[in-house]
């Protein structure tokens, strides 16, 4: 799944003094902390190649902390893990309960791991974790699949537009658009939008788009991702997502 932040929010290196340094985690035990839930939770990760259009989609599979290094799954495709290998890094970035885990990965090596390929990264020294939502937010489990369904965006295309959402909060909902037909312009206000949360009756509620990405799937497969904001949110319907989002975390905390 792909961050709401962009990769121009991410300096290469933080100092101390700068605005994003409070956002900055220096301790290794903390470090080790947040990148062994990333793997424990299978969180995908995004690896974003500097000057190129291509995000690979992976995740973490190992980690050995003797050798300071995170073992990886190699991505789909020669081109792509050419490009990985070429020496230029990589951006790491991850969501871990609704926070940005992100670093500057330096270079990717091909290694062996259960005698198949992978890719291997060192453990960063530091790394950013960044909440920049007001609203907690939670990872929807693939068994349970959230559709918001979109009305027709202009009479040449006049049937409902099915998203399916990746995550959700009281704030706001990420929806992933596969057939390409909502675009990616932002600031866009999508009302009469259906949210189908299982049992639950749709939710009628109104979405303002406020960042998209073009994401690169496993199967080599695009899709676009629109994080997207409540508007005006019922405070029936606002009660409905607290509880939905409730259930959610108390059964993922159950099934740690």
């Not at 959230?146 to 202009?154: E, G, H, K």
């Given at each position: 799944m792909l961050s709401a932040m962009r990769k121009e929010d991410l300096p290469e290196s933080v100092d101390r003094e700068s605005p994003m340094s409070r956002f900055t985690v220096h301790s290794r035990s903390e470090i080790l902390f947040l990148l062994r839930a990333v793997q424990q939770r299978k969180v995908l990760v995004n690896l974003d190649l500097p000057a190129s259009r291509q995000i690979v989609v992976t995740s973490i599979i190992d980690m050995s902390v003797a050798k300071s290094t995170l073992i990886l799954d190699v991505a789909r495709g020669d081109a792509l893990n050419r490009e990985l290998l070429s020496g230029k890094g990589a951006e790491f970035i991850s969501q871990l309960d609704g926070v940005t885990i992100a670093f500057q990965t330096g270079p990717v090596a091909l290694c062996d791991h259960d005698k198949l390929p992978a890719l291997c990264i060192a453990i960063?020294?530091?790394?950013?974790?960044?909440?920049?939502?007001?609203?907690?937010?939670?990872?929807?489990?693939?068994?349970?699949?959230?559709?918001?369904?979109?009305?027709?965006?202009?009479?040449?295309?006049p049937e409902p537009i099915t998203t399916h959402a990746l995550d959700i909060g009281c704030g706001g909902v990420a929806l992933a658009d596969t057939s390409g037909r909502l675009g990616t312009?932002?600031?866009?206000?999508?009302?009469?939008?259906?949210?189908?949360?299982?049992?639950?009756?749709?939710?009628?509620?109104?979405?303002?788009?406020?960042?998209?990405?073009?994401?690169?799937?496993?199967?080599?497969?695009?899709?676009?991702?629109?994080?997207?904001?409540?508007?005006?949110?019922?405070?029936?319907?606002?009660?409905?997502?607290?509880?939905?989002?409730?259930?959610?975390?108390?059964?993922?905390?159950?099934?740690?």
């Open positions: 960063p020294k530091t790394l950013i974790r960044l909440q920049r939502r007001e609203h907690f937010r939670v990872a929807l489990p693939i068994a349970r699949p959230v559709r918001c369904i979109v009305p027709a965006q202009n009479a040449d295309d312009q932002t600031a866009r206000i999508l009302p009469r939008c259906r949210l189908l949360l299982p049992e639950f009756d749709p939710l009628e509620v109104t979405l303002e788009i406020r960042n998209s990405a073009q994401i690169r799937l496993a199967n080599g497969a695009f899709q676009t991702r629109l994080g997207c904001r409540f508007v005006d949110l019922p405070k029936d319907v606002d009660a409905k997502l607290q509880r939905f989002v409730t259930n959610i975390e108390r059964a993922r905390r159950n099934g740690l």
